[in-house]
């Protein structure tokens, strides 16, 4: 692969190499920390609201460690936030082995969600800053795709770990083996500098962030990033009631997001990170629709079409605030981060909210049991069409506002 770095004395490769890993790294916390939950729960003699809460903690860590990175990011540059994302990893890692209390999960938790939120705000502005024109947009892409990539390999992982009679607590010893190469990688490496001086610093990013389209990017953000994980969260639960296997659907998607990822420069280079958008929003809403009207088979197609819609919303939009953007530099790319986050957090218990209120009413149609889950999810999926259907309408906007208008990096470059 050949770099093409904005400075000579920065090994772009293997800084992208090591964001690769620290993002495996996320990616395996999401997949075996949240796999052995369940058994913990059991083990420790949890409430489900301390199981909850445990959980939580995961993702509150993130958005807060994006946050505070992209405010630091030029001030004391991404390899002291990395070092302290390595620091975050390792000792939350542990603290998952070892721990046998509730408040051991909960400091566990959130030391690896902040460790997950440091290596977003770390790398992408690293990618955005080594890599040049359509290369960045590829890098971005390739980067993002070992989140869901990590998560298939790291479930399947955990299957054969769990076939060997190594279960629980054990299986966490595996997130230490991206996290090493990782520290490795990144070691004694020098980081690139933002393209643009007003990038640098924290005044230039706010100046840029209060504009027009930073604000309109940020609310496409937050409906881009509940239209991906929504549905994730809800569908398995509502479709192993129609004749689907979760696992498989969960895999399907994993694993066709990361295709998807590895050759979204290509997609970007042809149709532009607005056109592709527009495309994925339109792919996301007959995926989603798809899965509150069908049953059995073709669950399985619906989860091909919704992968491959929700496969470029993150990375394109971070990419998005990158090249349209660019004088918010890394605290632009942590606060669109964060807001996906956050977003993806506030609509969780509205979301579960929708699943009662059509639960109840489907209780009062007679249903029960299977049917009743079935009838009552498929109703749920149904209200979340909304979220990729407006989105449509918005990347339609953002298409022709944006059709004739050259990116801020291309003209600081030229």
């Known amino acids: 692969m050949e770099s093409s770095s904005t400075n000579s004395n920065v090994n772009a490769n293997r800084l992208f190499y090591a964001s690769c890993f620290a993002l495996i790294t996320t990616a395996f916390s999401f997949a075996i920390a949240a796999g052995i939950l369940d058994q913990l729960k059991t083990e420790l003699e949890l409430s489900a609201s301390q199981a909850g809460l445990i959980t939580s903690m995961w993702f509150a860590g993130f958005p807060i460690a994006m946050v505070i990175g992209g405010l630091i990011y030029h001030k004391v540059g991404g390899k002291v936030i990395m070092q302290f994302a390595f620091f975050a990893h390792a000792i939350g890692i542990l603290l998952l082995i070892f721990s046998e209390s509730y408040m051991g999960l909960l400091v566990a938790n959130l030391l690896i969600g902040l460790g997950n939120g440091c290596t977003e705000a770390a790398c992408n502005p690293m990618i955005a800053d080594a890599y040049k024109g359509n290369r960045m947009s590829t890098m971005l892409n390739r980067f993002h795709m070992w989140f869901p990539g990590g998560i298939a390999v790291g479930s399947l992982l955990s299957g054969f770990m769990t076939d060997f009679g190594i279960i629980g607590q ?100 042809k149709f532009d990170q607005t056109g592709v958008l527009l495309g994925s929003a339109v792919l996301a809403t007959i995926g989603i629709y798809l899965f509150s009207t069908q049953t059995g088979a073709m669950a399985y197609v619906a989860a091909v079409i919704f992968a491959l819609g929700i496969a470029y919303f993150w990375p394109n939009m971070i990419g998005l605030a990158a090249t349209k953007t660019p004088k918010t530099g890394a605290l632009g790319m942590s606060i669109i981060g964060a807001i996906g986050m956050f977003s993806t957090s506030i609509f969780q218990p509205i979301i579960g909210g929708w699943i009662d209120a059509d639960r109840a009413a489907a209780e009062a149609q007679g249903l029960t049991g299977d049917e009743l889950e079935l009838v009552s999810g498929q109703e749920t999926l149904g209200t979340m069409v909304l979220f990729p259907a407006i989105l449509i309408v918005l990347f339609t906007i953002l298409y022709f506002w944006l059709k004739n208008k050259k990116s801020e990096v291309e003209v600081a470059t030229a």
Not at 217 to 235: D, H, K, R, Y
């Open 170 to 269: 054990s299986q966490v010893w595996l997130l230490l083996i991206p996290a090493v190469i990782y520290a490795y990688l990144f070691y004694g490496q020098t980081w690139p500098k933002a393209k643009i001086e007003e990038a640098a610093t924290i005044s230039g990013n706010l100046k840029g962030m209060f504009t027009p389209l930073f604000l309109f990017i940020a609310v496409c953000m937050a409906l881009t990033a509940i239209s991906e994980f929504g549905p994730n969260q809800w569908v398995g639960l509502i479709l192993s009631k129609s004749g689907a296997e979760p696992t498989l659907i969960l895999a399907l998607t994993a694993g066709l997001m990361a295709i998807a990822r590895y050759f979204g420069g290509n997609m970007v280079a």
